[in-house]
């Protein structure tokens, strides 16, 4: 039989509670307090059943690491929160209106919310000119340090999934509008939804839509961006077609065992769900191969001269993977020339 604990209620101190987040027994979640009217903050529960709760950020606190004017918190996000190990990760509002990604640190005792790792109308989307806007952002995914999120400009005409790499703190592109979708007949991506990191490989999954209407969900693997499954087709071998995914900001491990996998909801066209574990593999890329059909071609040359000099990892056309599209990945791909 299931056992159930109970950890916060609206009896004790709080009056309305979301956003619930879990790693171990420690959980991150967004609620409103009553002291002063209805108060709203981010707070961390230890313990389980008889723990204890600490305040990690509310209306009242600093915001720290950004330029004058000096900020507070004003607004929080309840479905855009998660936790890592006793760490907790959340999306907030400050005075200013700008939103940002802030994750905590254990300091003097205390548990603290340290300088945003995003923040709207000031980071760039990388290898675009455009700044994030994180109001579109609809959740976080965060491990080991490291947040995947979906990312848009003010306007929405931009938007990809990028990682924050906490070992560099910097950002990094997984994928965005410019990507090839694979398994795609060669269109790019049109549309992204939700990713979701493993911050021990740096691995990233996603759901995503490319140019013919059609979802996948896709991971990124060392690199290698493939395709675990899409809508439109029986990719599961049982007679019936998928015509939707469902995929959570924690759906994703990235190294179990030594293999990727990925927990997806599949809807098929007869009304039916069903939950799937997708153990994932990936063929290495071809050699010289830029935008991911799997032959070396002329498209692949222009590609190619459009990226020449870029520096960045991960980066399509960086055969030799040393952060740089230069000479050296040319050499390869005219080693591969058909």
């Not at 030594?258 to 997708?278: K, M, N, R, T």
Request: charged share 20%; glycine share 14%.
């Amino acid at each position: 039989m299931n056992s159930l604990e109970t950890i916060e209620d609206t009896n004790s101190s709080f009056t309305t509670m979301g956003g619930a987040a879990i790693s171990g027994d420690n959980i991150g979640f967004w609620t409103f307090l009553p002291f002063s009217g209805f108060f709203e903050g981010i707070y961390e529960h230890t313990g389980g059943a008889g723990g204890s709760y600490a305040k990690i950020a509310d209306e009242d606190d600093t915001v720290f690491g950004l330029n004058s004017p000096l900020r507070f918190y004003t607004s929080f996000n309840s479905s855009r929160v998660d936790q890592d190990g006793g760490e907790t990760a959340f999306l907030g509002e400050d005075t200013t209106g700008g939103w940002g990604i802030y994750s905590t640190i254990f300091f003097g005792g205390g548990l603290f919310a340290i300088p945003p790792r995003v923040y709207s109308g000031r980071d760039e989307m990388p290898g675009t000119g455009e700044l994030f806007d994180l109001t579109f952002t609809p959740a976080i995914s965060f491990d080991g340090g490291d947040i995947a999120l979906k990312g848009q400009n003010d306007d929405q005409s931009w938007e990809g999934v990028y990682l924050f790499d906490s070992s560099v703190f910097d950002r990094f592109l997984v994928a965005d509008l410019d990507t090839p979708a694979s398994d795609s007949g060669g269109e790019f991506f049109d549309r992204f939804f939700m990713a979701s990191v493993d911050g021990d490989t740096d691995n990233v999954a996603f759901l995503a839509e490319d140019g013919n209407g059609d979802i996948g969900l896709y991971a990124r693997i060392d690199c290698v961006i493939g395709k675990v499954i899409g809508t439109g087709n029986d990719d599961l071998e049982i007679g019936k077609e998928i015509t939707d995914l469902g995929f959570g900001h924690e759906g994703f491990d990235g190294n179990s065992g030594g293999e990727p996998q990925a927990v997806f909801l599949a809807h098929f066209d007869d009304g039916s769900q069903e939950i799937y574990v997708a153990h994932i593999s990936f063929d290495p890329p071809v050699p010289g191969d830029v935008n991911g059909d799997e032959l070396v071609t002329l498209v692949d040359l222009i590609f190619l001269f459009d990226l020449w000099l870029e520096e960045g990892r991960c980066l399509p056309g960086d055969f030799n993977k040393d952060e740089i599209i230069d000479l050296l990945d040319f050499v390869v791909m005219a080693l591969a020339w058909p």
